[in-house]
C-alpha cells in the first residue's frame, strides 16, 4: 500500500479529538510530501538537525514536532519554528528552551516526559519529580514555554494487559496535574501510544498519537 492509502486507512480509525503525528524520523522529504499531499500537517522528528532540514524544504504550514531526547545544545536551531517539544524531562532542559524561545520572541509549547516503563532505558521523570518541577518557583518564573501536556513510552513488549496499565497509570498521573493552570502550564495534551500501541492508547485516554512504520513503512 502506498503512504497516501496508509495514512488515509489509519486516520479513519483515530477519533477527532485524537491529533496524529506522522514520525518521518530517517524518511527522505519525498516520502513526507505524499503524506503532506495526502492532508497530514503535524510530522515528528528525533534529530534536530534533520528536522531543520526538511523544514527549509517543506511547505511552511506543517508543525513540526521534535520527539527525539534532546540535547540543551542543540535547542537553538529549532527554537524558530519548532510547534511541540514531547520528551522534556528535567527543568534544565524547560529553562534551555525557555531562553531560546525568549530570543525568538516566542513561547514554546512542551510536554514533559514521564517515565512508566519498566526498561531503564527509557528517559523521564517519576511522579515525585513531576510534582517538583511544577510546583518550583524557577518553573514558575518561566515566560517563553508552557507546559501543554504529558507523554511517555509503555514498555517494549507484547504484554497487552502490562502496557494497559503503564497507560492507564500515565492517565492518572495526568488528571491528577490538570489543575491549577497557569500562565506557562495547560494541561490538555496526552500524548501516549504509537504503531503498535496507539489503538489501546486511545482506548486509555490518549490524545495525540505517534506513528510511523504504519504510515511510512520500516526503515
Same mark, same amino acid.
Given at each position: 500500500? *502506498?503512504?497516501?492509502?496508509?495514512?488515509?486507512?489509519?486516520? @479513519?480509525?483515530?477519533?477527532?479529538?485524537?491529533?496524529?503525528?506522522?514520525? *518521518?524520523?530517517?524518511?527522505?522529504?519525498?516520502?513526507?510530501?505524499?503524506?503532506?499531499? @495526502?492532508?497530514?500537517?503535524?510530522f515528528g522528528e528525533n534529530k534536530i538537525q534533520e528536522m531543520t532540514e526538511k523544514c527549509?524544504?517543506?511547505?511552511?504550514?506543517?508543525?513540526? #514536532? +521534535?520527539?527525539? #531526547?534532546?540535547?540543551?545544545?542543540?535547542?537553538?536551531?529549532?527554537?524558530?519554528?519548532?510547534?511541540?517539544? #514531547?520528551?522534556?524531562? *528535567?527543568?534544565?532542559? =524547560?529553562?534551555?528552551?525557555?531562553?531560546?524561545?525568549?530570543?525568538?520572541?516566542?513561547?514554546?509549547?512542551?510536554?514533559l516526559q514521564i517515565h512508566i516503563a519498566e526498561e531503564e532505558t527509557k528517559f523521564g =521523570?517519576?511522579?515525585?519529580?513531576?510534582?517538583? =518541577?511544577?510546583? *518550583?518557583?524557577?518553573?514558575?518564573?518561566?515566560?517563553?514555554?508552557?507546559?501543554?501536556?504529558?507523554?511517555? +513510552? @509503555?514498555?517494549?513488549?507484547?504484554?497487552?494487559?502490562?502496557?494497559?496499565?503503564?497507560?492507564? #497509570?500515565?492517565?492518572?498521573?495526568?488528571?491528577?496535574?490538570?489543575?491549577?493552570?497557569?500562565?506557562?502550564?495547560?494541561?490538555?495534551?496526552?500524548?501516549?501510544?504509537?504503531s503498535g500501541d496507539y489503538q489501546l492508547a486511545i482506548e486509555c485516554g490518549s490524545t495525540?498519537?505517534?506513528?510511523?512504520?504504519?504510515?511510512?513503512?520500516?526503515?
Open positions: 500500500m *502506498s503512504i497516501r492509502e496508509n495514512l488515509l486507512n489509519i486516520k @479513519a480509525t483515530l477519533p477527532s479529538q485524537v491529533t496524529l503525528v506522522a514520525v *518521518s524520523k530517517t524518511k527522505p522529504v519525498s516520502d513526507l510530501m505524499q503524506a503532506y499531499e @495526502a492532508g497530514q500537517r503535524v527549509e524544504l517543506m511547505p511552511k504550514d506543517i508543525e513540526w #514536532h +521534535m520527539i527525539g #531526547h534532546i540535547q540543551s545544545n542543540k535547542v537553538k536551531y529549532m527554537a524558530p519554528y519548532v510547534r511541540l517539544i #514531547h520528551g522534556v524531562d *528535567s527543568l534544565k532542559l =524547560l529553562e534551555e528552551i525557555n531562553k531560546q524561545a525568549q530570543k525568538n520572541n516566542r513561547v514554546i509549547n512542551c510536554l =521523570l517519576n511522579e515525585e519529580e513531576l510534582s517538583d =518541577l511544577l510546583q *518550583s518557583e524557577t518553573f514558575k518564573n518561566l515566560r517563553n514555554i508552557k507546559i501543554v501536556g504529558l507523554m511517555g +513510552m @509503555a514498555t517494549f513488549t507484547e504484554n497487552q494487559t502490562q502496557i494497559k496499565k503503564e497507560f492507564q #497509570h500515565l492517565k492518572s498521573i495526568f488528571d491528577k496535574n490538570q489543575q491549577p493552570t497557569t500562565h506557562n502550564r495547560q494541561l490538555t495534551t496526552l500524548s501516549m501510544g504509537m495525540m498519537v505517534r506513528i510511523g512504520s504504519s504510515i511510512f513503512g520500516g526503515r
